[in-house]
């Protein structure tokens, strides 16, 4: 479980996963690619919520409620100092 830890874990491309020892809350961190087009933000979003559901599924934990949100790395801005 300690792998799993806010605090421990460590972020992969593949996803990383971290939640509370209750796991009432967690949160999926992953990079998804798609082709660009006009539904890429919501084909994204289901690459990434598939993502979590095969992260839970591992674990053996359920789920409900899920909540996603996307964020397109292209549109991230880097402050170098």
Request: net charge negative; proline share 1%.
């Amino acid at each position: 479980m300690a792998a799993h830890d806010i605090f421990d874990s460590a972020f992969t491309e593949a996803g990383s996963l971290t939640y509370e020892k209750s796991l009432s809350a967690f949160s999926v961190r992953v990079v998804v690619q798609v082709e660009p087009g006009i539904d890429e933000a919501a084909d994204a979003q289901t690459a990434g919520e598939l993502v979590a559901l095969e992260h839970l599924d591992a674990l053996g934990a359920g789920h409900r409620n899920l909540r996603s949100t996307v964020t397109c790395m292209d549109d991230v801005k880097i402050r170098r100092r």
